[in-house]
């Protein structure tokens, strides 16, 4: 029929029912694996994870003044706070199995505070605590905006409005908008980053359909076997004298003992607060880092809907996904006092990790976070795994990434694709998402200074960090205008998707809110989910 706006026969395919719990995983939130795959599984989460760790303080703390020693000892504190922080969120948060590490948002807003010279000290390391102690005081009143709207329940009454299409945009781009650390981080040392990406896709796509183990082993550990593999042949491309006489950036990235992590880090050592010193308070500092803190609230909300699906657990009640808002707050309250040098947020990585593995389970994840304590205060241990060359790293986040953004994409199914009104939300935000943070990132990289450019750099970091984050202006714009944009009908409500999300407004309506969500050790009588 013309237009194509005839019925649907008898003998037409029917379209993939939607399936509010994802299926074929092998073990969800409450499954757990059995103890001696679960550590392994917990282990390679631990690995995953360090790559964000590593790179942010390896960036930051040389222009703090620190040198290797003071570089250990922060990616030593960050490891610490980020086992902390991943098991308060799956006890007391959202209670999914989600690993809160570090977050690039907030390398913005304290390289501000690094290049603001105010503390400028002909000692180098003194240098380093003082600046330290600026960016520790602005994270700690940084981290009471997430915790005000957690806990107080504003960003319950906030996400109630968020439908399958709105989701999308945000989710999808909380994965595909990290598109700047995959590739471009391979082929910083091509001949190491290519084949871990080449061994990654092979062991976990191809490897298991070929050789049938019948214990899942590649699929589930191809980030362990292919890590091996790869890192030893870039250890023995190292002694072998291939980079001897390449250029310093060649040899910073594919050399195996570039890192100065091992001969730094202390053998045992405990990161405790404030160890660098009082922290030191500026209200623009504080200004600029609070709008961070809102930047990776937006994008961590993404994070938490990816891991929720990947865990194959129901959709978050509004309430659930406040408080896990809230612990988050506290995590980045923890990040201010221990001294960390970053913000806390979901770890997109890890929540990729949980689709490869097909492996959802909270305790997989609580054991990672036993490992980062772990090797946190054993320092020599965790610096050997730490010194992994970036460009492996690199290719992980290209699978990783990738699957954070189809598990975006997969909310589609809730929506009606025929409408125009879909269409548009989702191609404007999508586009914009991309195009804006695309501008603002080239201006900063020709001029070395964002597009807002005046002499108070927290106003411009304010204005700048947001415009820079593509799940953040995606997840804005499509939220803004699924929920502005006139509703003629109640045939919209199901174009949207929201009547699939309706029985989880509420944590009493659907019984499985309870078996994922529910506080432990009896404490939703004292703390009732509404």
Same mark, same amino acid.
Request: net charge positive; aromatic share 14%.
């Given at each position: 029929?013309?237009?194509?706006?005839?019925?649907?026969?008898?003998?037409?395919?029917?379209?993939?029912?939607?399936?509010?719990?994802?299926?074929?995983?092998?073990?969800?939130?409450?499954? /757990?694996?059995?103890? /001696?795959?679960? &550590?392994?599984?917990?282990?390679?989460?631990? &690995?995953?994870?360090?790559?964000?760790?590593?790179?942010?303080?390896?960036?930051?703390?040389?222009?703090?003044?620190?040198?290797?020693?003071?570089?250990?000892?922060?990616?030593?504190?960050?490891?610490?706070?980020?086992?902390?922080?991943?098991?308060?969120?799956? %006890?007391?948060?959202?209670?999914?199995?989600?690993? &809160?590490?570090?977050?690039?948002?907030?390398?913005?807003?304290?390289?501000?505070?690094?290049?603001?010279?105010?503390?400028?000290?002909?000692?180098p390391v003194q240098k380093f605590k003082k600046t330290m102690r600026a960016i520790q005081g602005a994270m700690i009143i940084a981290s009471t905006l997430q915790i005000v709207l957690g806990f107080s329940g504003l960003w319950?009454?906030?996400?109630? !409005?968020?439908?399958?299409?709105?989701?999308?945009?945000?989710?999808?781009?909380?994965?595909?908008? =990290?598109?700047?650390?995959?590739?471009?981080?391979?082929?910083?040392?091509?001949? &190491?980053?290519?084949?871990?990406?080449?061994?990654?896709?092979?062991?976990?796509?191809?490897?298991?359909?070929?050789?049938?183990?019948?214990?899942?082993?590649?699929?589930?550990?191809?980030?362990?076997?292919?890590?091996?593999?790869?890192?030893?042949?870039?250890?023995?491309?190292?002694?072998?004298?291939?980079?001897?006489?390449?250029?310093?950036?060649t040899q910073t990235s594919c050399r195996t003992d570039r890192a100065g992590l091992v001969d730094s880090a202390p053998w045992i050592r405990v990161p405790y607060p404030f160890q660098w010193g009082p922290p030191s308070f500026?209200?623009?500092?504080? !200004?600029?880092?609070?709008?961070?803190?809102?930047?990776? =609230?937006?994008?961590?909300?993404?994070?938490?809907?990816?891991?929720?699906?990947?865990?194959?657990?129901?959709?978050?009640?509004?309430?659930?996904?406040?408080?896990?808002?809230?612990?988050?707050?506290?995590?980045?309250?923890?990040?201010?006092?221990?001294?960390?040098?970053?913000?806390?947020?979901?770890?997109?990585?890890?929540?990729?990790?949980?689709?490869l593995t097909r492996v959802g389970s909270r305790r997989v994840v609580q054991i990672s976070a036993g490992f980062m304590i772990f090797f946190s205060i054993l320092g020599k241990f965790g610096a050997i795994f730490a010194s992994?060359?970036? /460009?492996?790293?690199?290719?992980?986040?290209?699978?990783? %990434?990738?699957?954070?953004?189809?598990?975006?994409?997969?909310?589609?199914?809730?929506?009606?694709?025929?409408?125009?009104?879909?269409?548009?939300?989702?191609? %404007?935000?999508?586009?914009?998402?991309?195009?804006?943070?695309?501008?603002?990132?080239?201006?900063?990289?020709?001029?070395?200074?964002?597009?807002?450019?005046?002499?108070?750099?927290?106003?411009?970091?304010?204005?700048?960090?947001?415009?820079?984050?593509?799940?953040?202006?995606?997840?804005?714009?499509?939220?803004?205008?699924?929920?502005?944009?006139?509703? $003629?009908?109640?045939?919209?409500? $199901?174009?949207?998707? $929201?009547?699939?999300?309706? $029985?989880?407004?509420?944590?009493?309506?659907?019984?499985?809110?309870?078996?994922?969500?529910?506080?432990?050790?009896?404490?939703?009588?004292?703390?009732?989910?509404?």
């Amino acid at each position: 029929m013309a237009g194509g706006g005839g019925g649907a026969k008898a003998d037409e395919p029917a379209p993939h029912p939607p399936k509010d719990q994802l299926p074929n995983v092998s073990y969800c939130i409450t499954s /757990p694996p059995p103890w /001696p795959e679960a &550590i392994l599984l917990g282990f390679q989460h631990y &690995i995953v994870m360090l790559g964000t760790t590593v790179i942010i303080p390896t960036a930051l703390v040389p222009q703090m003044g620190g040198g290797n020693e003071e570089k250990a000892k922060v990616i030593q504190t960050l490891l610490f706070v980020a086992g902390l922080n991943t098991l308060l969120q799956s %006890f007391f948060g959202t209670r999914l199995p989600a690993v &809160i590490g570090g977050s690039y948002t907030f390398v913005a807003p304290t390289i501000s505070i690094i290049l603001s010279g105010r503390w400028s000290d002909p000692d180098p390391v003194q240098k380093f605590k003082k600046t330290m102690r600026a960016i520790q005081g602005a994270m700690i009143i940084a981290s009471t905006l997430q915790i005000v709207l957690g806990f107080s329940g504003l960003w319950r009454n906030i996400v109630r !409005f968020l439908s399958p299409l709105s989701a999308v945009p945000l989710v999808g781009l909380a994965g595909f908008g =990290l598109y700047e650390f995959g590739f471009p981080g391979v082929v910083r040392c091509v001949e &190491i980053g290519l084949p871990q990406l080449i061994f990654l896709v092979i062991i976990s796509q191809y490897l298991s359909h070929f050789i049938h183990s019948g214990k899942n082993i590649f699929d589930r550990f191809a980030v362990l076997i292919s890590v091996a593999i790869i890192w030893i042949y870039a250890h023995l491309l190292t002694v072998g004298g291939a980079y001897n006489h390449a250029a310093p950036k060649t040899q910073t990235s594919c050399r195996t003992d570039r890192a100065g992590l091992v001969d730094s880090a202390p053998w045992i050592r405990v990161p405790y607060p404030f160890q660098w010193g009082p922290p030191s308070f500026d209200a623009g500092e504080a !200004f600029a880092m609070m709008m961070a803190a809102f930047v990776t =609230l937006i994008e961590s909300t993404g994070g938490f809907i990816a891991v929720s699906r990947y865990a194959s657990a129901t959709h978050m009640p509004p309430s659930i996904l406040s408080r896990g808002i809230g612990w988050q707050g506290i995590g980045i309250l923890l990040s201010g006092v221990f001294g960390t040098v970053n913000g806390s947020s979901v770890s997109i990585e890890n929540a990729g990790l949980l689709a490869l593995t097909r492996v959802g389970s909270r305790r997989v994840v609580q054991i990672s976070a036993g490992f980062m304590i772990f090797f946190s205060i054993l320092g020599k241990f965790g610096a050997i795994f730490a010194s992994i060359p970036a /460009p492996i790293v690199a290719a992980l986040y290209c699978l990783f %990434f990738a699957y954070v953004g189809s598990g975006g994409l997969s909310f589609l199914q809730f929506c009606n694709l025929n409408s125009f009104r879909t269409k548009f939300i989702l191609g %404007f935000s999508f586009f914009l998402g991309l195009s804006v943070p695309q501008y603002f990132n080239e201006y900063e990289a020709i001029n070395g200074y964002g597009p807002v450019h005046t002499s108070a750099r927290w106003f411009n970091n304010m204005v700048n960090v947001p415009f820079s984050s593509e799940p953040f202006v995606a997840g804005i714009l499509a939220y803004f205008l699924d929920t502005t944009l006139p509703k $003629k009908d109640g045939s919209i409500r $199901k174009d949207r998707g $929201k009547h699939w999300w309706d $029985k989880f407004q509420s944590f009493k309506t659907d019984a499985r809110s309870e078996e994922f969500y529910s506080l432990p050790f009896n404490l939703n009588k004292h703390f009732p989910s509404v």
